[in-house]
């Protein structure tokens, strides 16, 4: 399987066009919003999650370029781990795209039909298809064993009045039947869920929500503390700290020397953003790899 980080920022993308936060003025090399392409044979593509950088996202990546017809392009459908923008307003970006199907779960293609109807709208360009994936049941996607996993229950700020029961937000697994690789992808993820050890256990690559460094960053570094909702309400699990997701690595590093983590996702107030950062350097020294844009891997 081969796998492109297509894009490593969390919603806003890093710099964001309104922040003038450190990360965002420090110079680090820009991340596009949070999205992968999968494959099991390096000619049909699957997105996973479809940014609002979408375009330039393809555009960048070789493997994705259109042909060789003249309207054909590799790409064959999109799955999506949750209903927020930032991993669904691309869906508009692909409107000249025909015959691609989207799986995400019956909760998210509600969420498509209704407080974000982008099925209606795309109804009028492109005849596509929506598949719902239940999570626990594996499925053959393009020659891929996919799995999802339910990892929790945040809605996205236009849907907070649904009445929806979840899952709202999926981690997904890619195991790839010929050559026994598997990659896993949880780009959010409100805490470590009962199960999640059992469910990375064996993967090459595990993609993990690397959000915000700590619990506290974001209101400190946008100064709105006490403006906006608590981070903690934000659904996404800090790397560092007591119970953050750096010391579930640690942990199972020890056990799972075959298995590489790395971050994915991040807001463009984690100090991690910047390669030259303490930070960046204090999570890798224990074990995690931050990696950029257009990060390649086999599995
Ligand atoms: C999130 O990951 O919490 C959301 O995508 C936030 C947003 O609306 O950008
Ligand atoms: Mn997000
Ligand atoms: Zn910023």
Request: with cysteine.
């Amino acid at each position: 399987m081969k796998v492109v980080l297509l894009g490593t920022a969390a919603g806003g993308g890093c710099p964001q066009w309104n922040c003038a936060c450190p990360v965002c003025t420090s110079g680090a090399p820009a991340r596009c919003q949070d999205g992968v392409a999968v494959s099991a044979n390096g000619c049909d593509w699957y997105l996973v999650n479809a940014s609002p950088d979408v375009r330039t996202q393809i555009l960048a990546t070789p493997e994705l370029a259109a042909g060789p017809g003249p309207r054909q392009t590799p790409v064959r459908g999109v799955l999506l781990t949750d209903a927020e923008l930032d991993h669904t307003l691309g869906l508009m970006m692909l409107r000249e795209g025909g015959g691609l199907r989207v799986w995400a779960s019956r909760t998210v293609l509600g969420a498509l039909d209704e407080g974000f109807p982008v099925r209606r709208i795309l109804g009028g360009y492109s005849g596509w298809e929506w598949s719902e994936l239940t999570a626990g049941r594996a499925r053959d996607i393009g020659g891929l064993r996919v799995t999802a996993f339910a990892v929790g229950d945040k809605r996205p700020k236009y849907a907070r009045a649904s009445a929806a029961e979840g899952p709202w937000v999926v981690a997904y697994r890619f195991d790839d039947p010929a050559t026994g690789g598997a990659f896993v992808y949880a780009p959010c993820l409100a805490g470590w869920p009962d199960g999640f050890d059992a469910f990375t256990a064996g993967a090459g690559y595990v993609l993990l929500d690397g959000t915000f460094h700590t619990a506290r960053e974001f209101g400190g570094a946008t100064g709105a503390a006490g403006t906006t909702a608590p981070q903690a309400a934000m659904g996404h699990l800090p790397v560092a700290g007591e119970g953050g997701s750096l010391e579930h690595v640690r942990r199972l590093r020890t056990t799972r020397p075959d298995t590489r983590w790395a971050y994915t996702h991040l807001n463009n107030t984690n100090p991690m953003a910047d390669p030259d950062s303490k930070e960046h350097l204090e999570v890798c020294e224990a074990g995690a790899e931050i990696p950029a844009d257009g990060t390649r891997l086999e599995l």
